[in-house]
């Protein structure tokens, strides 16, 4: 599956990436940020995920609509995962 971090949280990866594929398939939207912050974050996890928990102020999408409008909970590897922070400054 395609990651992708915008608003300033491909600043907490390695290389300063955005994009990242993850190859994962059957997982629950609930336990993919843990796993992203896991695979992909090199500094300041905690202010992505916290106790397994997404951060507040950080939009989850999948396949570009928000994950609490999702039919099904559980991720292909076909889907298209973006994280956006709406704190970011300015």
């Keep these: 599956m395609k990651i992708e971090f915008l608003g300033g949280l491909e ?5 300063n990436k955005s994009v ?6 059957g997982v629950h939207v609930n336990q993919l940020p843990q ?3 896991q695979s992909f ?3 300041d996890q905690e202010l992505f995920v916290q106790n397994g928990m997404l ?4 939009l989850y999408l999948v ?13 292909k590897q076909s889907d298209k995962i973006t994280f956006i922070s709406m704190v970011h400054g300015g």
């Design 11 to 15: 600043l907490l990866t390695n290389g």
């Design 20 to 25: 990242f594929d993850l190859q994962l398939d």
């Design 35 to 37: 796993i992203v912050a």
């Design 41 to 43: 974050l090199v500094k």
């Design 55 to 58: 951060q507040e102020g950080i």
């Design 63 to 75: 396949n570009d609509a928000d994950i609490e409008i999702l039919d099904d909970p559980i991720l």
